[in-house]
C-alpha cells in the first residue's frame, strides 16, 4: 500500500509564504513522478505542479508559476511545495499525488496515488 502523507497546511495572511511536505515510502519516491494538487468546495481537483523523479524537471501551473516551487529530497523521501506571495485564491485543500505515468500529466486522473489532503487558507 503506498501511502503519502501532507503536512505543513495553515492560515496565513495575503503575501506570506507556506512550505508544504508529503512524505512517502522509499519505495515510492525512487519509482514515481510527484505532484501537488488543490481542491475547493464545488470545484474539481485542480493541478498546481509536479516533479520527475530524478528532480531533473518541474512543470508548474500557470497561476502559480513565479511564486510557487516544487522540489523532492530522495534522501528524506520527502516532496515540498514552498508558496510565496500567496492570494486568498490560493485556499484550497492542497493534495500530494504520486503517478507512473509521465511528471507533465497535469490530469489528476493520471495520478496513481493521494494524500489525505491539507488546508491552506489565505486571508485577505
Known amino acids: 500500500q503506498v501511502q503519502l502523507v501532507e503536512s505543513g497546511g495553515g492560515l496565513v495572511q495575503a503575501g506570506d509564504s507556506l512550505r508544504l511536505s508529503c512524505a512517502t515510502s522509499?519505495?515510492?519516491?525512487?519509482?514515481?513522478?510527484m505532484g501537488w494538487f488543490r481542491q475547493t468546495p464545488g470545484k474539481e481537483r485542480e493541478f498546481v505542479a509536479s516533479i520527475s523523479w530524478a528532480a531533473a524537471s518541474s512543470y508548474y501551473a500557470d497561476s502559480v508559476k513565479g511564486r510557487f516551487t516544487i522540489s523532492r529530497d530522495n534522501a528524506k523521501n520527502t516532496m515540498y511545495l514552498q508558496m510565496n506571495s500567496m492570494r486568498p485564491e490560493d485556499t484550497a485543500v492542497f493534495y500530494c499525488?504520486?503517478?507512473?505515468?509521465?511528471?507533465?500529466?497535469?490530469?489528476?486522473?493520471?495520478?496513481?496515488?493521494w494524500g489525505q489532503g491539507t488546508q491552506v487558507t489565505v486571508s485577505s
Open positions: 522509499r519505495r515510492t519516491f525512487s519509482t514515481y513522478a
Open positions: 499525488a504520486a503517478t507512473s505515468a509521465g511528471y507533465y500529466h497535469t490530469d489528476p486522473r493520471e495520478w496513481h496515488y
